[in-house]
């Protein structure tokens, strides 16, 4: 039997915190040792800026690039039966794709640095790299709140400097990839927890007003960000134009959602309006709003098996290891949250190992949220693209 990739669930209570959050390094250590050979290197760019001054973590041609990192994959079915797939980033594509890394950084610091440190390479292989078989991947470096940060706001409510100081930082690479390396091309915008809620951010403030740009976004994939909309609307609260998505194959539209196992308690710090991380892009309302959800594998709704693909953390050989109908996930509503429910889709004879809730209750399957759904939402990034195309002119 393997073992399962996460750690056991602790027993916090509803209103405890684990004492740290997300050690990607340990997360992913066997991803990154995987592709260690093709990425030799990649820490001595820590420190370059391009010539306006942004820092990339991700950026096509860049001579170690994590985000086109080995996908190589272990399908293993539920009798246990393994296949091998190799999925390859495009060679050719006009779609770009920029992608904000969630909280990684361990300086001691509130806010990071502009370092390309391993924590955000490694961030990058699980969550950027799946992507590049459909676009061209870029992620600048940006002065995040830190771990540390975190442990000292358990429940998100940082300080108006520590939010700007991260905001304006990234904001300040997304100008550099729409003004210096957009050339006008369709985008797709990918961003996890504290990535989520600088996205919602970004596109609230430079995009979603202007029609222009806004024709440009292919697909918002936002995890974990707590995207907010009216009661039983698909816009007008975080967007006023970007809607969620609501279709198969919709382009300019928003993939949202937190996963849990079951409601998330009323401390939790997603699929809750004005608390957790909603407060870290200046969502306050507690009444009036609700949380969007998207299924990633049934965009117009109702239930729907996930394509799940996780780092194999030595289990396989390669550096991925997929579990095919191993979880169904369907969005509910209830007592005030919104989520994504996730739960076993198989029996006892699935010997597969099984997710848990790696943070506590507070937190659900939040470390997990991409990579439950990864092949769904890879699929409908293509298939956001392929509408986007067929709706241009000529």
């Not at 994590?66 to 190589?72: E, Y």
């Not at 099984?354 to 990579?371: A, K």
Request: aromatic share 8%; charged share 15%; hydrophobic share 40%.
């Amino acid at each position: 039997m393997l073992r399962t990739h996460r750690r056991l669930a602790g027993s916090a209570g509803s209103r405890e915190l684990p004492p740290r959050r997300r050690r990607r390094p340990a997360l992913i250590a066997a991803l990154a040792a995987a592709a260690a050979v093709a990425l030799a290197g990649c820490g001595s760019q820590a420190a370059k800026p391009d010539a306006y001054g942004v820092v990339w973590l991700c950026r096509p041609g860049m001579t170690s690039d994590p985000c086109t990192a080995s996908l190589t994959t272990t399908v293993i079915s539920a009798t246990g039966h393994k296949t091998v797939t190799t999925p390859r980033p495009a060679t050719s594509t006009p779609f770009n794709c920029f992608y904000v890394y969630g909280t990684v950084s361990e300086e001691t610091s509130v806010n990071a640095d502009l370092k390309r440190g391993k924590a955000e390479i490694d961030s990058a292989m699980a969550q950027a790299a799946p992507f590049s078989p459909v676009c061209k991947v870029y992620a600048p470096i940006y002065r995040q709140v830190t771990l540390a940060g975190l442990q000292a706001h358990p429940y998100l409510n940082f300080g108006a400097a520590e939010t700007v100081t991260a905001y304006d930082s990234i904001r300040s690479g997304f100008e550099d990839f729409l003004d210096h390396y957009g050339h006008g091309r369709p985008f797709i915008v990918i961003g996890d927890s504290q990535g989520a809620a600088m996205l919602d951010m970004l596109l609230a403030r430079l995009v979603d007003s202007r029609p222009a740009l806004r024709s440009r976004l292919v697909l918002a994939i936002i995890l974990g960000g707590n995207v907010e909309v009216p009661p039983g609307r698909l816009v007008g609260g975080t967007f006023q134009h970007i809607p969620a998505c609501s279709k198969a194959g919709q382009a300019g539209c928003v993939i949202a959602y937190s996963s849990f196992p079951s409601t998330p308690p009323a401390g939790a710090l997603f699929g809750r309006p004005g608390q957790g991380v909603s407060l870290q892009s200046g969502q306050i309302a507690t009444t009036g709003l609700q949380v969007v959800c998207v299924n990633p594998a049934a965009l117009s709704g109702g239930p729907a098996t996930l394509g799940s693909v996780f780092p194999s953390l030595g289990s396989v050989s390669t550096p991925w290891v997929a579990y095919p109908g191993r979880y169904t996930a369907r969005c509910q509503q209830r007592d005030g949250a919104s989520w994504l429910n996730v739960t076993n889709a198989t029996g006892p004879g699935d010997h597969r190992p099984l997710i848990t809730e790696e943070d506590g209750p507070l937190y659900g399957y939040h470390v997990d949220d991409l990579p439950l759904a990864q092949d769904d939402l890879v699929a409908d990034a293509a298939a956001a693209e392929r509408t986007w195309t067929a709706s241009r002119p000529g």
